[in-house]
Every structure is written in C-alpha cells, then in structure tokens.
C-alpha cells in the first residue's frame, strides 16, 4: 500500500496487507447473519416500498453490489466461493471528479449538497422524453432516468 511506510516511519506501527474484496465479503456475510433488517427489496411503486428480509441460516448465494470509485456486482456463493461478475468504472469517483471540475465543490459532501438543490430532470433523458410516458411493454415508468446527462446534448448554456 502507497501509505504503509509512511505510517510505519511516522506512527511506529506495521501494516498488514488484506485482501479488499475478501475483507468486504466477509464483513458483509457477517452483517447479512447478525444484523436484524440490514438486507432488504426495494419495490418503487409499492405502497411499502421497502419490504425487510429475515435471513435463513443459508444466506448463499447471493449479490453483493460494491460502489466506490467504480462499481463491482460480485456473485458470493459461499464463505470462500466468489467471482466477479460484472461492474463499471462509473461509481464515486466519477461523481467526485467530474463534480469538483464542473463546480466550485472541493469534497463530496459539498457535491451532495450542491445535488440536492438541483433537479436531475432537467439534465438526464428520462423514459418519457423518448417514449412521451412510460414504455408498459418493458415495464419501464416514464419518471425512469433513460440516459444520464442526456438532456445535455441540446442544452444551450
């Protein structure tokens, strides 16, 4: 690690390297088997759109979606059984990097703030700039962002 010299000159300590993956899944299957409601569903039009899972002794397999400064979907099979499956390198750090260029943020709580100002409608396609409502057929709401920024394309400054 970039820091382990500099905290073992400066602090006088040793570092252990471990594997970060290893470390969240594990951290994870502990979480999923002694926190009560940590998991859940999520269904967005459901008069209770938050529906808590209680969890079996067998909590395998299952997915576990890790966003940092990318995003990593990794299928968990077992204790030691995982792969990953998928992800993309959009997550955090785009959201930080891209928002401290394009505004005067200099961290990311002042981004969220910044956000939650705003109205993404106005810059993200939605399913029904495209389709004029939803698109029933695929079962996509018409509030459903299509493409991100893609109202952008047009904008005049």
Request: charged share 20%.
């Amino acid at each position: 690690h970039q820091y382990t010299n500099l905290i073992r000159d400066k602090l006088g300590l040793e570092c252990d390297k471990e594997d970060e993956m290893q470390g969240l899944i594990q951290g994870c299957i502990f979480v999923l088997r002694n926190i009560t409601n940590e998991a859940f569903e999520y269904q967005r039009h459901s008069p209770q759109p938050y529906k808590f899972q209680t969890m079996e002794a067998d909590i395998f397999p299952f997915l576990l979606v890790n966003i940092g400064s990318g995003v990593s979907i990794v299928k968990v099979e077992s204790q030691d059984k995982y792969a990953r499956i998928g992800g993309s390198s959009i997550g955090g750090g785009s959201f930080l990097g891209l928002g401290c260029k394009l505004t005067s943020a200099k961290d990311f709580d002042s981004l969220l703030q910044l956000a939650s100002q705003g109205d993404h409608r106005n810059v993200d396609m939605l399913v029904k700039d495209i389709y004029g409502g939803a698109y029933s057929a695929l079962g996509l709401p018409g509030d459903l962002i299509a493409s991100s920024f893609g109202k952008m394309v047009s904008a005049k400054d």
